[in-house]
Nanobody, 123 residues
Framework: QVQLVESGGGLVQPGGSLRLSCAAS????????MSWVRQAPGKGLEWVSG????????RYADSVKGRFTISRDNAKNTLSLQMNSLQPEDTAVYYC????????????????RGQGTQVTVSS
């Protein structure tokens, strides 16, 4: 079955950096659009960034554009998110998410998510 396992979260001071990773298994990773989504305390799920199956056309929410970089390694079935210049408003649980269907070229809301990794930005 689909398995998505996130890692790399933690506590960081404002202005700091973190790199999140997602290990995918149970499906042909290279065929799926992948995203990072997050949920802040008391708020709904927010799409953060996505990338096409072949690694092209990375897209970002306006709130993270210029600070976050998404990437993927289809040979290793991994998805990454480099987060720089972190701010307290970035505090959330971050989830790796797989689109519901293959060969899609943009994010589609999905229930295929990992268990999440907590990112806390605080001084």
């Amino acid at each position: 079955q689909v398995q998505l396992v996130e890692s790399g979260g933690g506590l960081v001071q404002p202005g700091g950096s973190l790199r999140l990773s997602c290990a995918a298994s149970g499906f042909p990773f290279a065929f799926y659009y992948m995203s990072w989504v997050r949920q802040a305390p008391g708020k709904g799920l927010e799409w953060v960034s996505g990338i096409r199956s072949g690694g092209g056309d990375p897209r970002y929410a306006d709130s993270v554009k210029g600070r976050f970089t998404i990437s993927r390694d289809n040979a290793k079935n991994t998805l990454s998110l480099q987060m720089n210049s972190l701010q307290p408003e970035d505090t959330a649980v971050y989830y790796c998410a797989r689109n519901p269907g293959g060969s899609q070229t943009t994010y589609v809301p999905t229930t295929y998510r990992g268990q999440g990794t907590q990112v806390t930005v605080s001084s």
